[in-house]
């Protein structure tokens, strides 16, 4: 029987379940007596949990292939936050609620937001407050949950949902794959499992009840697909399956270090998407030729207040310092729309999106310029503004930049010049004036995406999947063209991002059109550059 999941992390596993029943800390309501002496024990819980996430994020930064330790800064940051913290102790004085019941209330409330949220990105980031949950309230209550998972043989791991903390205490040696009730994709316990290496599959729901502890099943992580009972043709069309997989890998690793060249020898640039610094390792391991796309929002997305210039410096030097003789194009904040964090608070944030919607912060915006600028170290930074709205927008930005620029130098901090502003074209309105644009910046990057929607008012979300590959419509495909040849023209490049920049039928008319680089996923890397060495222009 098959069930049908989310894909996440590639591979094929064919081994017995080991179900694990998460298991929830359960809180009383009882009331206390003496309130001062209950908040300095929630206090010690909290200081406790600290050094226990310094220990964790220790752990983690030397086991080579996890890249993601700097998650338990993340749950830091939110473990020790002054509004939930106050929040707690108003209950306490309030209520004489023992803590952690006071404590679950908070919680349960940031987790209910999280998961209501309709971005599937902030929706995600629930499964982080509940490892911090668990692991202050264990603690309230002397109740600390065991991860160490008792297996003596190869299993695949079936359970409701995994946190950092488990993802951390896995036998990587004895858990060949692991399967999800819920999960996320861009989740930090998913990343995390990623880049273990181990195949996963989320987001299986009720179905979970159909795997019984012991049975024998196979998975998919790339297709997302879990047989249950499988017969004996099953098991023999899985295995030549793997084998033809594994010797694809084999094949395409030769394209990791070898520059992008079509047939007739023209060099086209495959750069890759990430969401944060963590996908860097990602992006390298699969031959990226630099950063076509770095979508800073998930900084913003991921904390309960505003990062702070540091720890926006501190995130972009990683990555431009990982490609430090090629291009870095970093989006500065693209929030709005679908993509309102409800725990941070921007001017008209209901109205505007992108560039309009940061120029009307001012103060987040100029942050996160000077975070850049200060970054580019190596001289290899791009910096791209989304959804621009207008010329006068753009040109505000532009100018934002230059006097952020001058303040930094003038406060000592040397920054490096050469660096590259440009455009996210996502908008049609854009389109139409595109050689005005191209006369003010160094580049362009297609947003095929929102290009889309704009062309054709179609769901934002779902452009990736059309059925009936709009993308391949003769007038959106004109509308690249024209793109491109406004940036050649004004003596500027044009990348395009999306997932059509890897699509079989449109690349070949990309490479026609003159497009100087494409951005994708990192595991689209070597098929596409395999793909476009057949390809002549």
Sequence with gaps: MKINGKPVSDGIAMYNVYKLNNQIISVNNDLISVIELEIKKFHKAI???TIELDRLKDIA????RLANFEV????KLILNDPLIINEVEEIIRKTKLNAASAYKNVIDKYILKFETM??????????DITDIYQRVVGKLVNQNIDFNFIMTKEVILVTKDITPSMVLSLNTKLIKGIILEKGGKTSHSSLMIKNLGIPLVIGI??????LSNGEFIIMDGELGDVISSPTSDEIYDYIILQNKRKEERVFLAKFTNKETITKDGSKIEILANINNDLEV?????????GIGLFRTEFMYLDTLDYPSEDELFNSYIKVLYAFPNKKVIIRTLDIGGDKIPKHIKFNKQDELRGLPLTLANKEVLKAQIKALLRANKHGNLSIMFPMVGSIDSLKEAIQLVYISHYELTDSGVEVNVNYKLGIMVEEMDVVKDIESYAKEVDFFSIGTNDLLQSMYNVDRQNTDNTNDKLYLNPDFLKTIKKVINASHKAGISTSLCGEI?????VVPKLIKYGIDSLSMSPKKILKTRYLISNISK
């Design 281 to 289: 390792e990602l992006a390298l391991k699969n031959g990226a030729e």
């Design 501 to 505: 920049a890897c699509d079989i039928d």
């Design 47 to 49: 200081d406790e949990s």
């Design 61 to 64: 930064s030397k086991r080579q």
């Design 118 to 127: 309709k971005n599937e990105y902030m929706s995600e980031r629930s499964n």
């Design 205 to 210: 729901k009720e179905n979970i009840d159909l």
């Design 72 to 75: 338990f800064s993340s749950h």
